[in-house]
């Protein structure tokens, strides 16, 4: 697999499936990927723990100057965008100023344009941390993932490298009182070594129960779309996708569905 991995700090914009016009920051270094899970479909590619050590994430000083460079000639342009995202190469709370840069992102985007909004890409694993969890309380998208309710399938489609407890998870994405987006990516796998299936029954009336508790202001699913580490993946099609969303609606959920 040809691995992708952003080659800046701010890139972009693009127009995003679930976004807009996006701008984004990456908070990693820009040769390796950076995450505590391993998923099977990462674009950035396999995630590889002997390249971390003595690994050096960007100062908060570089990031907020590269950020005001760039607002600051879109205004100077009469240029706008509809969203700031972090996201980039691997999870972006893991940076140890994660926080910091939250709080100075938000003053920095209300000094050129109040109504642009801040999305977080995240796949939930930090919440147990104190700040990181406040910091998401503050954007307008905190966008965390949960690719299945079931502990077992996440161990195979996310692979966490570490410990991961699928109740402190849950316990901790229902602490945000509903002031979260959910994000889950669907898909099936022909290949033996990682057996996948989260649209089985057993799987979507796990995850139901799961946003039962969680109640998410909005919910994004979504399936593949780009080359991926496993081999054999298979995309799950906008009818089933259409179809697993009108279960979460009768949730009263808000769903957007990325085909
Ligand atoms: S959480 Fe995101 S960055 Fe980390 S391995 Fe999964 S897809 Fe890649």
Redesign the pocket.
């Known amino acids: 697999m040809a691995t992708f991995l952003f080659d800046k700090i701010i890139f972009g914009p693009v127009k995003s499936r679930r976004l807009g016009i996006s701008l984004g920051i990456n908070l990693l270094p820009l040769d390796v990927?950076y995450?505590n899970?391993?998923?099977v479909?990462?674009e950035?590619g396999w995630?590889d723990k002997s390249k971390y050590k003595g690994i050096s994430f960007y100062k908060k000083g570089e990031i907020i100057k590269a950020l005001d460079e760039k607002l600051s000639n879109y205004k100077k342009n009469g240029e706008s965008i509809d969203v700031i995202t972090f996201a980039g190469n691997?999870?972006p709370t893991l940076h140890p100023q994660f926080s910091e840069i939250i709080d100075e992102t938000i003053a920095i985007k209300n000094k050129y344009f109040a109504d642009i909004k801040i999305s977080v890409l995240s796949?939930a694993t930090m919440l147990h941390k104190e700040k990181v969890f406040e910091a998401l309380k503050k954007v307008d998208m905190n966008i965390l993932?949960l690719d299945s309710g079931i502990e077992k399938t996440i161990n195979i489609i996310?692979r966490p490298q570490f410990e991961y407890s699928i109740e402190n998870i849950i316990q901790k994405l229902s602490s945000f009182n509903g002031n979260v987006y959910i994000q889950t990516m669907f898909l099936k796998s022909l290949n033996k070594d990682f057996p996948i299936d989260n649209t089985s029954k057993e799987e979507i009336d796990a995850w139901l129960e799961a946003l039962k508790k969680i109640k998410p202001k909005n919910l994004m699913i979504y399936s593949l779309d780009r080359e991926t580490p496993a081999s054999g993946l298979v995309k799950i099609s906008l009818d089933e996708l259409n179809r697993i969303a009108d279960k979460a609606r009768e949730l009263n959920i808000n769903v957007i569905v990325s085909g």
């Open positions: 990927k995450c899970f391993d998923c479909y990462c950035c995630s691997g999870e796949n993932k996310n």
